[in-house]
């Protein structure tokens, strides 16, 4: 099991919880879950036009009005969060980016895979 990465990032969740603007951070949340809304909708256009015989697990009327309608909604609701909360979504989103970086760049296994 994951023990010490659940512990780590249940320490920095409650740090966060605790020196952070409890509304911002409920923004910030709410706003990571806007972005999500938004790459499924996308996948799912794109997974019915790439993969149109593929076995799927739900049904998913109505595409691609509905999930174009998903988006848009999403948008809506993203641009109607404060401005503060969408500059700290970007910020976390290139923090995010930098680190994923730094670790990909470290740990990828095809670079591993030249040095065998």
């Known amino acids: ?27 910030l ?14 996948a799912v256009i ?3 036009k790439t993969h149109p015989n593929m076995k799927r697990p739900f049904r998913a009327p109505l595409v691609p009005f509905l ?14 969060l ?6 700290s979504f970007v910020a976390w989103i290139i923090v995010g980016v930098f680190i994923y970086f730094v670790y990909a760049k470290k740990h990828s296994n095809v670079r591993n895979r030249n040095k065998v």
């Open 67 to 80: 999930p174009i309608v998903s988006i848009v909604s999403c948008i809506y609701l993203a641009l109607n």
């Open 1 to 27: 099991t994951p023990f010490f990465n659940t512990w780590v990032t249940g320490i920095l969740a409650a740090l966060l919880a605790g020196l952070v603007d409890l509304n911002l951070l409920a923004n």
């Open 46 to 48: 794109v997974l019915r």
């Open 29 to 42: 949340v709410n706003m990571g879950t806007i972005t999500a809304f938004v790459f499924v909708s996308i």
């Open 82 to 87: 404060s401005k503060l909360t969408l500059i």
